[in-house]
């Protein structure tokens, strides 16, 4: 079964993925447990696997590649009036996820979020309107006037951030004694554990050097994994004239996925706001176009469908190639991707150098922040004993 498949079985018989157990608030202290961490990437994962730590009473420094945290939960607070997720969107499990990643029962989680309904034909598949639930939206909902970046940046960040060192390039990760040894291009950190978080696409193009090496297996898991490119788009009109989801067919399934949604949908708005979410084959040709030429193609694309009411009601639109982003490279790892070769993934090495983030879990599922902060949790979990 396919992590697409794991989570639609999900949906169908009505339950979310089952709630982790609060992380106990006392590790053992077997004479291993690490008295400082070095996490490798401020996105869910870094974020999640620092906040925990420190609950734990564990010396943390997070080393951050790039000039800002939240990773591919980048959002935009200037295109609408209400911030625009140009990464992560969904919540694809039961909002319990909340009170899971924030571990804290004294903490009243205030984020809101919304189902789509699936009593009305609101889904528009290839000219037919459908529920959302026949396009594959069953558990998930969208954020109202938030986004992962948000409930993140409310509940997470205050007590991680001081901890974060920004525009951090981890080039060496030396793990070959007692203490892990981690160099950027004119610095040293040492630490008795190691997490690394970093998109699998970073490892596979060689980003760090790891002494030891790592295993065959693992390194075959790391070059093999199908990472998908990816884009979004948010196209702002005058009128509404679309349903909530728009889908198309990829052929193959498998090689990608391309949707219009609404981006307003259960806002506090008044404004009307047309997303596009591409992965896989699904972002051509959008990622080779220039932006005049994008927006053209996008208009001529929605005008096809709906009489041409796009061009008449286009005002602006935002693009974001995450194929581009140097801290990024890509979306995330394949639906349909072997689970064995994820598990490798997250498998930890020496009880040193250890795996969090969307793409290094039990292979169960994956490519998603819910998966990114339950991995983050296994790696704290692991290493506390």
Same mark, same amino acid.
């Given at each position: 079964?396919?992590?697409?498949?794991?989570?639609?079985?999900?949906?169908?018989?009505?339950?979310?993925?089952?709630?982790?157990?609060?992380?106990?608030?006392?590790?053992?202290?077997?004479?291993?447990?690490?008295?400082?961490?070095?996490?490798?990437?401020?996105?869910?994962?870094?974020?999640?696997?620092?906040?925990?730590?420190?609950?734990?009473?564990?010396?943390?420094?997070?080393?951050?590649?790039?000039?800002?945290?939240?990773?591919?939960?980048?959002?935009?607070?200037?295109?609408?009036?209400?911030?625009?997720?140009?990464?992560?969107?969904?919540?694809?499990?039961?909002?319990?996820?909340?009170?899971?990643?924030?571990?804290?029962?004294?903490?009243?989680?205030?984020?809101?979020?919304?189902?789509?309904?699936?009593?009305?034909?609101?889904?528009?598949?290839?000219?037919?309107?459908?529920?959302?639930?026949?396009?594959?939206?069953?558990?998930?909902?969208?954020?109202?006037?938030?986004?992962?970046?948000?409930?993140?940046? @409310?509940? #997470? =960040?205050? !007590?991680?951030?001081?901890?974060?060192?920004?525009?951090? $390039?981890?080039? *060496? &990760?030396?793990?070959?004694?007692? @203490?892990? #040894? =981690?160099? !950027?291009?004119?610095?040293?950190?040492?630490?008795?554990? $190691?997490?690394? *978080? &970093?998109?699998?696409?970073?490892? @596979?193009?060689?980003?760090?050097?790891?002494?030891?090496?790592?295993?065959?297996?693992?390194?075959?898991?790391?070059?093999?994994?199908?990472?998908?490119?990816?884009?979004?788009?948010?196209?702002?009109?005058?009128?509404?004239?679309?349903?909530?989801?728009?889908?198309?067919?990829?052929?193959?399934?498998?090689?990608?996925?391309?949707?219009?949604?609404?981006?307003?949908?259960?806002?506090?708005?008044?404004?009307?706001?047309?997303?596009?979410?591409?992965?896989?084959?699904?972002?051509?040709?959008?990622?080779?176009?220039?932006?005049?030429?994008?927006?053209?193609?996008?208009?001529?694309?929605?005008?096809?469908?709906?009489?041409?009411?796009?061009?008449?009601?286009?005002?602006?639109?935002?693009?974001?190639?995450?194929?581009?982003?140097?801290?990024?490279?890509?979306?995330?790892?394949?639906?349909?991707?072997?689970?064995?070769?994820?598990?490798?993934?997250?498998?930890?090495?020496?009880?040193?150098?250890?795996?969090?983030?969307?793409?290094?879990?039990?292979?169960?599922?994956?490519?998603?922040?819910?998966?990114?902060?339950?991995?983050?949790?296994?790696?704290?979990?692991?290493?506390?004993?």
């Amino acid at each position: 079964m396919n992590r697409k498949e794991f989570l639609k079985v999900c949906g169908i018989l009505g339950f979310g993925l089952p709630m982790q157990s609060a992380l106990s608030a006392c590790g053992k202290d077997n004479g291993i447990r690490p008295k400082k961490v070095l996490v490798i990437g401020a996105g869910a994962a870094g974020l999640s696997a620092a906040y925990l730590l420190m609950q734990q009473g564990v010396e943390v420094e997070i080393l951050e590649a790039s000039a800002s945290y939240g990773g591919r939960m980048k959002r935009t607070t200037t295109f609408a009036n209400f911030p625009i997720p140009l990464g992560a969107e969904w919540l694809h499990v039961d909002r319990n996820i909340f009170t899971e990643i924030v571990n804290d029962p004294a903490v009243t989680i205030a984020t809101n979020t919304t189902a789509y309904d699936q009593d009305v034909d609101q889904a528009l598949h290839e000219g037919t309107l459908m529920r959302p639930e026949d396009v594959g939206f069953t558990i998930d909902q969208k954020f109202i006037n938030a986004t992962w970046f948000d409930f993140f940046d @409310q509940y #997470v =960040v205050p !007590t991680v951030l001081a901890k974060i060192n920004f525009n951090k $390039v981890v080039q *060496t &990760i030396d793990y070959s004694s007692n @203490q892990v #040894v =981690v160099k !950027t291009a004119n610095e040293t950190f040492t630490a008795d554990r $190691v997490i690394v *978080t &970093i998109p699998v696409k970073l490892l @596979q193009t060689g980003a760090i050097n790891f002494i030891p090496t790592l295993s065959n297996k693992k390194q075959n898991a790391i070059n093999n994994v199908t990472v998908w490119d990816g884009c979004k788009a948010f196209i702002k009109f005058s009128q509404k004239f679309y349903p909530a989801l728009v889908s198309f067919d990829v052929t193959p399934a498998s090689a990608g996925q391309k949707l219009y949604y609404d981006a307003a949908y259960g806002q506090n708005t008044n404004e009307h706001i047309l997303g596009l979410f591409a992965v896989g084959t699904g972002t051509q040709p959008y990622v080779t176009l220039s932006d005049n030429d994008l927006r053209d193609y996008m208009l001529d694309e929605l005008d096809a469908i709906f009489n041409g009411q796009a061009s008449a009601n286009y005002v602006a639109h935002i693009f974001q190639n995450w194929n581009t982003e140097p801290y990024a490279q890509g979306a995330y790892v394949y639906d349909q991707e072997s689970w064995t070769r994820i598990q490798t993934l997250g498998t930890s090495v020496d009880n040193k150098l250890h795996f969090a983030g969307d793409a290094y879990t039990t292979g169960s599922d994956w490519s998603s922040v819910h998966t990114a902060a339950r991995s983050a949790r296994r790696a704290v979990e692991e290493m506390l004993g």
